[in-house]
């Protein structure tokens, strides 16, 4: 089974710029996780949504490649089910001509 979440946006600190540091800003993260779907096992796609906020939100990350390598054993240390996992934090609106990002799969 495969969950796709696409264009999740919000705004946080996140950055290594003075600015960026104090002044949050757009991030979109998509997030395609598989796993072993079972009934009665299952991932709830709204309480992934609702942990990859809260982390990026307590933890205010300078790099987003430390973004996605956190969030991929925080994601599979709460559920446990994620055999794989691909993670994209994109950043819209720090250059003015393009949206830049970071990707990186992973394989539990």
Do not use: W
């Amino acid at each position: 089974m495969k969950i796709l979440i696409e264009n999740l946006t919000f705004e946080t600190i996140i950055g290594i710029l003075d600015f960026e540091r104090v002044t949050p800003q757009k991030v979109q993260i998509d997030c395609i996780i598989h796993y072993h779907y079972s009934e009665g096992n299952f991932i709830n796609y709204a309480d992934v949504v609702a942990h990859i906020e809260a982390t990026m939100e307590r933890e205010k990350f300078e790099l987003i490649e430390t973004a996605l390598e956190v969030l991929s054993l925080s994601l599979k240390a709460l559920f446990p089910l994620i055999s794989e996992l691909s993670l994209t934090i994109r950043k819209p609106n720090i250059l003015s001509n393009c949206t830049v990002g970071v990707q990186n799969n992973f394989i539990f």
